[in-house]
């Protein structure tokens, strides 16, 4: 009778051991929605902006057109949709170093990992110093459109009066938003592939 008992206790174990491990590879989003870490979730790039949170450190898969890839060392390119104002923020991997300027206006499939960037009082109040004392620096937290206008660091030889007005805009924002931070959310690419618009076509005939 012990080991029947015994080995039922085992068995019990065992059980609850496997549940365990299937948990710690799965994580819950925000809406209780599990997601697998290793899985990549398509994301429709119109609903990025609602969605990002719940997926920050995890791969997702957007689709969309690339309308600005930054001069400066192509280390941001921008994607967008027709059909949506939202315009994601795409960062290099280190394999992927850096985006040539070439793709600009191609239809774009992106895979990356979702990043968040705060901004609280300190970045705020750090920036405002900078500005006061001209002595800008470069920074890419914050850029986007999130607020109605790039909110973005100008860097040396930036517009004082511009600076100041993104700084105002921001710690109204985040004023208004009863949090202690604002977060801006971009993606860094893993990889991506450019879609071509005749196949498309074809298959749309088809």
């Keep these: 009778m012990k080991k029947i008992f015994l080995g039922i206790v085992l068995l019990g174990l065992f059980a609850t051991a496997c549940v365990n491990n299937n948990v710690k590879d799965e994580a819950t989003a925000e809406d209780g929605t599990e997601v697998a870490v290793n899985e990549i979730a398509l994301v429709s790039l119109a609903d990025f902006d609602s969605l990002a949170s719940n997926y920050v450190g995890k791969k997702v898969q957007l689709e969309g057109t690339i309308d600005h890839i930054c001069r400066h060392g192509g280390q941001r390119a921008f994607v967008v949709v027709p059909?949506?104002?939202?315009?994601?923020?795409?960062?290099?991997?280190?394999?992927?170093?850096?985006?040539?300027?070439?793709?600009?206006?191609?239809?774009?499939?992106?895979?990356g990992v979702v990043e968040e960037q705060r901004i609280d009082e300190t970045y705020i109040k750090e920036w405002e110093e900078e500005i006061k004392a001209g002595a800008l620096t470069t920074d890419d937290k914050g850029e986007g459109t999130h607020l109605g206008g790039n909110v973005e660091k100008g860097g040396e030889g930036a517009d004082l009066d511009e600076e100041m007005e993104k700084v105002n805009n921001l710690r109204q924002s985040l004023l208004d938003s009863g949090s202690d931070h604002l977060s801006f959310y971009s993606v860094m690419c893993t990889s991506f592939k450019v879609v071509d618009q005749q196949d498309d076509e074809e298959d749309i005939e088809n």
């Excluded at 290099?92 to 499939?109: H, K, M, R, W, Y």
């Design 83 to 111: 059909e949506s104002d939202t315009r994601v923020k795409i960062t290099p991997d280190e394999t992927i170093a850096a985006f040539n300027t070439e793709l600009e206006g191609s239809q774009v499939i992106v895979v």
